[in-house]
């Protein structure tokens, strides 16, 4: 009797083992997807849709076009950050903003130096234009034309709908 209850310890506690193994295996492999996904951008449409404005996607996720004169940001001249609307990072400031009288938000240049506004070729529409798109979560900005008024010679022409504006004084407790 004895040796029986022995085995039958022996086999509960393999048995306990063997089935711990493959559960710790898959809370590490789950965690690890998980901090990939915060990372990368790779949102699906679905995704995208649930955390912006159906006007915000029409323009960040398809290149729509915002109608001009429409964003309140146009007249906007207050001291403060504008930020990507899909992925929140920083892109201008009020001081690279300019009046471009074009009915868009106008930049003569953008925070970073090329790092945070990613500029890619677009022959769409039968012109020969640059897009411009943050480089985090692709979100399309809008274009940039090197006709500007300022030093720098650049106008980046971007939509409203794919801006957020933080005031400096909001900006300044704000950091992450
Ligand atoms: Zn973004």
């Not at 929140?88 to 506004?117: A, M, Y």
Request: glycine content about 10%; hydrophobic content about 25%.
């Amino acid at each position: 009797m004895i040796k029986l209850n022995l085995i039958a310890a022996l086999l509960f506690c393999v048995t306990l083992a063997s089935c711990q193994t493959p559960t710790t295996t898959t809370t590490t492999s789950t965690t690890n997807s998980k901090k990939i996904m915060e990372t990368s951008y790779n949102k699906t449409d679905e995704e995208w849709k649930k955390t912006l404005t159906p006007e915000q996607y029409e323009v960040l996720r398809k290149k729509g076009t915002e109608r001009p004169h429409t964003s309140a940001l146009n007249d906007n001249f207050d001291a403060g950050t504008y930020v990507c609307a899909g992925c929140g990072t920083e892109l201008f400031t009020s001081t690279q903003k300019f009046d471009g009288h074009c009915g868009w938000p106008s930049f003569d240049n953008d925070i970073g130096g090329g790092d945070r506004v990613k500029k890619i070729k677009d022959l769409s529409l039968g012109m020969a234009r640059t897009e411009i798109v943050c480089a985090k979560c692709g979100g399309h900005l809008g274009h940039i034309f090197d006709d500007g008024p300022t030093q720098t010679g650049q106008r980046y022409c971007v939509n409203g709908l794919s801006l957020n504006f933080k005031k400096l004084d909001k900006d300044s407790t704000q950091k992450k």
